[in-house]
Nanobody, 120 residues
Framework: QVQLVESGGECVQAGGSLRLSCAAS????????LGWFRQAPGKKREFVAA????????GYADSVKGRFTISRENAKNTVYLQMNDVKPEDTAIYYC?????????????WGQGTQVTVSS
């Protein structure tokens, strides 16, 4: 079983940067593919970024490509999302997810979310 706790969300001005972290507890963290998703008010949850179990491959939504970077430190059981040049449309609750088989489902492991607010 894996438990995930996100942190790092805050209010930031457009064009700024912040880094989200997701710390995991439990066994076999390094076996899981990890991803970041977000949900804005009134919208469905959407994919943001993903990284394979060993960090060898990453993927991004078109809306964040070139601005966001996902990374992981298996020794620290942590996955990160570096967010640069943020925009008001990046405002959302950001969730991390862990799964053994991509894409994650509601039955996989999810954190409680961290709020990111970007002001113009």
């Amino acid at each position: 079983q894996v438990q995930l706790v996100e942190s790092g969300g805050e209010c930031v001005q457009a064009g700024g940067s912040l880094r989200l972290s997701c710390a995991a507890s439990g066994r076999a963290f390094s076996s899981y593919a990890l991803g970041w998703f977000r949900q804005a008010p009134g919208k469905k949850r959407e994919f943001v970024a993903a990284i394979t179990w060993n960090g060898g491959n990453t993927g991004y939504a078109d809306s964040v490509k070139g601005r966001f970077t996902i990374s992981r430190e298996n020794a620290k059981n942590t996955v990160y999302l570096q967010m640069n040049d943020v925009k008001p449309e990046d405002t959302a609750i950001y969730y991390c997810a862990a799964t053994l088989e991509w894409p994650p489902t509601d039955e996989d492991h999810w954190g409680q979310g961290t709020q990111v607010t970007v002001s113009s």
